[in-house]
């Protein structure tokens, strides 16, 4: 298994297989795991809900790694995985030309109706300046994802990944279940599916 | 070795590569103003297909109104592709990836009736692609901004290093719609006039729609004329998700990635990614400069069809693996003054060259940038 990895969900947060203290559902636990664990990256409140449930999976698990941080990083790459690209955006924003009467498009919510901020939210939150990739399936593949990763792997700069699934249908319902994985930790694709079906079911 | 074995461009220049890669030549394009447009309140300079133009063509390959625009081009293109590639599209030796960053967003407008919602995933959209050629591997969508393109081909790459799959069809698209065109106006990144690259006076991009395609084949050897697609690589910034990084960094360091310990002087040009927005453009200016390429020529297609997002770096690739094969340079076409604090070589005439390689460069929100050396008969 995995050294770190993480599960958020609007009702749950685990970290390596524990369960973390919350009380608040939805929107409000992804506030609620931001005070609690992270809170000084104001940053945040400008995110939206998929930057919000990635960027504080990631925090949790850098804070479990443990190692220095905030150091410039070439050797780490940020991968991830969904169904719903950036449709909670792009409903969003929708809203904002959907009446011409009321038509307000606006460039603060346009920048999110990309799926790839998130990863470049945690680029610049941790000075990484490896590879970050987003990769849209019909649905959540463990073999594709592990395929995917350890491709990831014949650029020999990457020597680490934090990747895994990252969906959100709407601001209150997400689902996030990242991990870090390291160069010549898995040595065949089965495996790594396998870890990563493991993190789904918990 | 990654060899290209067919490709196809679907643009609103023409339904093949050549006929695109001849308008370009010639100095064509199809950017117009357009007034009024989706009822947009401003007006906007765009290069779209006259969607009834392509009418006859999709009747000729049976993709019938089950499908959207966008994948009715999607599906052409692959086609038109496939039967040049003369390969078995149902195999599962075969993977499909789809680059593209909005697919059938304008689903979402309440107005859109006639098509499932579920469509706007992007996945759903690949879908149709697969089931169209009866493929069963599922799809992969690479959604990584205006990266896409090149980020499609570089998984292409990675996927072909293994022994899963013989070939795999990379299709780049998007199709413009009042979700795309309103949000790049609302960041002021649009240009009321046909965008100029590296231009003193660039005023912005335009945007356009297209859908290209390229087939790979992984060989154990390479012949003199086949384009190989040799050395890719994506970097980030970690600057700003909406505005380029003031020293290049993401650009510099993916340049620098790909180039390894090939000759710059084998490179016969850079095909940037050339938006014509004043950052875009200074930012590549400056990452050229660090990765030691001052010297050799750049250009950018920007200004025949516009920015078509997913479909950009493959349809500029596609074209420059063309203009090489023609021992063309392609001008830069709005290019007339240097624009850029850090000197470049720039024409807006096509030039010859005798060179047989050139880096495809790409950068998105996000932070994201993207590399890929293309080198004809491969690396020596």
Redesign the interface.
């Known amino acids: 298994m995995m050294r770190h990895y993480v599960t958020i969900q609007p009702d749950l947060a685990m970290l390596d297989g524990k369960f973390l203290e919350s009380k608040e559902i939805g929107s409000a636990l992804l506030v609620e795991l931001y005070r609690n664990h992270i809170g000084d990256y104001p940053k945040f409140f400008k995110m939206d809900a998929l930057c919000r449930v990635g960027f504080v999976a990631s925090e949790l698990l850098l804070q479990a790694e443990n190692n220095v941080r905030f150091e410039p990083c070439d050797d780490r790459a940020v991968i991830f995985f969904n169904q719903s690209g950036s449709l909670n955006a792009d409903t969003h924003y929708q809203a904002t030309i959907q009446d011409p009467g009321n038509f307000f498009p606006s460039p603060a919510a346009f920048v999110y109706t990309l799926p790839n901020i998130v990863t470049g939210e945690i680029a610049i939150r941790n000075k990484y300046y490896g590879e970050t990739s987003f990769i849209v399936l019909e649905q959540a593949d463990s073999a594709v994802m592990a395929r995917q990763l350890l491709n990831a792997f014949l650029d020999s700069a990457t020597q680490s990944i934090i990747g895994g699934w990252i969906n959100c249908d709407d601001d209150e319902h997400f689902d996030a279940r990242l991990f870090i994985i390291e160069r010549n930790e898995y040595a065949d694709v089965e495996t790594l599916a396998k870890d990563i079906e493991t993190i789904k079911i918990q | 070795m990654i060899v290209r074995i067919a490709d196809n461009i679907v643009s609103p220049l023409g339904t093949t590569s050549e006929a695109n890669y001849l308008a370009v030549k010639s100095g064509k394009s199809e950017l117009k103003r357009y007034e009024g447009k989706w009822?947009l309140?401003e007006p906007f300079v765009a290069s779209l297909i006259d969607r009834p133009s392509l009418d006859d063509e999709f009747a000729a390959h049976n993709i019938d109104d089950r499908y959207t625009f966008f994948e009715k081009v999607v599906i052409l293109s692959s086609c038109k592709a496939l039967a040049n590639a003369k390969i078995d599209a149902s195999s599962e030796k075969v993977l499909f990836i789809l680059s593209t960053?909005?697919?059938n967003?304008h689903l979402?407008?309440?107005n859109e009736t006639g098509f499932p919602k579920e469509r706007?995933?992007?996945?759903?959209a690949?879908?149709q692609l697969t089931d169209f050629f009866h493929n069963p591997n599922?799809?992969?969508?690479?959604?990584?901004?205006c990266i896409s393109g090149v980020?499609a081909q570089i998984?292409a790459i990675?996927?072909l290093?293994?022994n899963?799959f013989e070939y795999v069809v990379v299709v780049g698209a998007d199709v413009q719609s009042?979700?795309i065109v309103?949000?790049?106006?609302?960041?002021?990144a649009l240009s009321v006039e046909p965008c100029k690259p590296f231009d003193a006076d660039r005023t912005g991009l335009n945007l356009g729609d297209a859908a290209a395609t390229i087939i790979y084949a992984r060989r154990d050897a390479v012949m003199a004329d086949e384009w190989v697609a040799c050395r890719g690589?994506?970097?980030?910034?970690?600057?700003?998700?909406?505005g380029p990084s003031r020293v290049g960094?993401?650009s510099f360091?993916a340049l620098k990635?790909v180039l390894g310990d090939f000759s710059r002087d084998e490179i016969a040009f850079i095909n940037a990614h050339g938006t014509a927005t004043p950052y875009n453009d200074e930012m590549e200016s400056i990452a050229i400069e660090r990765a030691g390429l001052s010297s050799v020529p750049v250009n950018a297609l920007k200004g025949y069809f516009g920015h078509t997002m997913g479909a950009a770096g493959v349809l500029e690739s596609i074209l420059s693996m063309k203009a090489i094969d023609d021992h063309t340079i392609l001008a830069t076409r709005g290019y007339n003054n240097i624009g850029v604090s850090h000197p470049l070589v720039l024409s807006n005439q096509n030039c010859p060259t005798e060179k047989r390689a050139f880096i495809k460069l790409l950068s998105?929100?996000?932070?994201?940038n993207a590399a890929l050396l293309f080198v004809k008969g491969g690396q020596q």
């Not at chain 2, 309103?182 to 002021?188: A, L, V």
Request: glycine share 14%.
């Open positions: 009822n309140p960053t909005k697919g967003v979402l407008d309440a706007v995933l992007l996945g759903q690949a879908r599922q799809p992969i969508v690479v959604s990584n901004a980020c998984e990675r996927n290093q293994g899963r009042p979700f309103s949000g790049f106006q609302s960041f002021k690589a994506i970097r980030n910034d970690a600057n700003h998700i909406s960094e993401g360091r990635a998105g929100f996000g932070g994201c």
